[in-house]
């Protein structure tokens, strides 16, 4: 069975930092797709940042030079790098995996922004 376990949001001041962990339990994460996705109140769930099979990574045009996404094969652990936060990163953040067309998730956890 595979298993998402995230950690590591909170309520952080505006220009501050935080450092999501997503734990990965059930199937080997090297040669996945493996990223995070975020949803505000009323809003979509959106991707913020992905490493994909061949390691090349993507980040959502608001977090770029903001949020640095990696990947720990070894440790089976995916992390999220977010620095000089704003209100708007306010949501909660999911850790994804698809692998061969199949998609898993985390529980989710609660990241805000506010001062």
């Known amino acids: 069975q595979v298993q998402l376990v995230e950690s590591g949001g909170g309520l952080v001041e505006p220009g501050g930092s935080l450092r999501l962990s997503c734990a990965v339990s059930?199937?080997?994460?090297?040669?996945?797709?493996t990223g995070w996705y975020r949803q505000a109140p009323g809003k979509q769930r959106d991707l913020v940042a992905n490493?994909?099979?061949?390691?090349?990574?993507k980040y959502a045009d608001s977090v770029k030079g903001r949020f640095t996404i990696s990947r720990d094969n070894a440790k089976n652990m995916v992390t999220l790098q977010m620095n000089s936060l704003k209100p708007e990163d306010t949501a909660v953040y999911y850790c994804?995996?698809?692998?061969?067309?199949?998609?898993?998730w985390g529980q989710g956890t609660q990241v805000t922004v506010s001062s």
């Open positions: 994804h995996v698809e692998n061969w067309g199949s998609h898993y």
């Open positions: 490493i994909d099979s061949g390691a090349r990574v």
């Open positions: 059930g199937m080997r994460i090297m040669y996945t797709s």
